[in-house]
């Protein structure tokens, strides 16, 4: 559901933007914005924060597939208590790279929520169409608080008003790949975050 469409603009200027490192997935990256450290240090101090907010409640953590997997991994692993997790995979109707803002259950959690503490995670938050029509679905049964936190929030492609509670980096307006997202289904091996070289999509 990301937006290839707005990956051409390079309004952001990051000045920590680095080369790739040489490695065969690296040669198709133009530059890295989050390296796996700064990951790393990111994910720490949320994880600090989560556990704070959540103490004692035994959250369920949501991951929503495919592109949460290595955040959600490393996120739990950061977060000091009692906590329960769940996947929901979803998928956009509508053709191309356009989302029509609908979207369909291809897993459903494997259990209720009511009453629950629900924290949502996913890897980037862009248009907020995805979680603008998850939250409200969720909310249908009856948590007791649904909150969301996402990796990377980009917010110049954003239509939707959703509120994003925990969020990691803002992200720039360009095609990122790594740590989870993907460009094709490659890419969501690497350990950083960069931007993909635009000769890789080039002519699709
Ligand atoms: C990405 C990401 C979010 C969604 C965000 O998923 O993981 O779920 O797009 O975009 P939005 O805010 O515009 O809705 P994608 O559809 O690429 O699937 P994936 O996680 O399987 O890569």
């Given amino acids: 559901m990301r937006g290839f469409d707005r990956g051409a603009r ?25 390296t796996a450290e700064d990951i790393a240090a990111k994910v720490q101090e949320l994880g600090r924060g989560l556990t704070e907010h959540y103490r004692g409640r035994r959250p369920l953590v949501v991951g929503i597939l495919t592109g949460c997997f290595p955040f959600i991994a490393d996120l739990v692993r950061a977060m000091d208590i009692e906590l329960e997790v769940d996947f929901m995979s979803v998928s956009s109707y509508g053709a191309g790279t356009k989302s029509s803002g609908v979207v369909r259950f291809l897993k459903d959690l494997d259990q209720p929520i009511e009453g629950r503490d629900v924290l949502l995670v996913e890897d980037i938050i862009d248009t907020g169409l995805t979680l603008k029509y998850l939250t409200e679905a969720l909310h249908t049964r009856k948590p007791a608080s649904i909150q969301i936190c996402a990796l990377l929030d980009k917010q110049a492609g954003r239509t939707q008003n959703v509120e994003v509670q925990w969020r990691g980096f803002d992200c720039p307006d360009a095609f990122v790949v790594g740590y989870g997202l993907d460009y094709s289904g490659a890419y969501r091996n690497l350990p950083y975050v960069g931007v993909l070289d635009p000769s890789v999509y080039k002519g699709e």
């Fill in 10 to 34: 390079s309004w952001y200027a990051r000045p920590a933007m680095s080369p790739p490192p040489d490695t065969l997935l690296g040669s198709s990256i133009k530059e890295v914005l989050f």
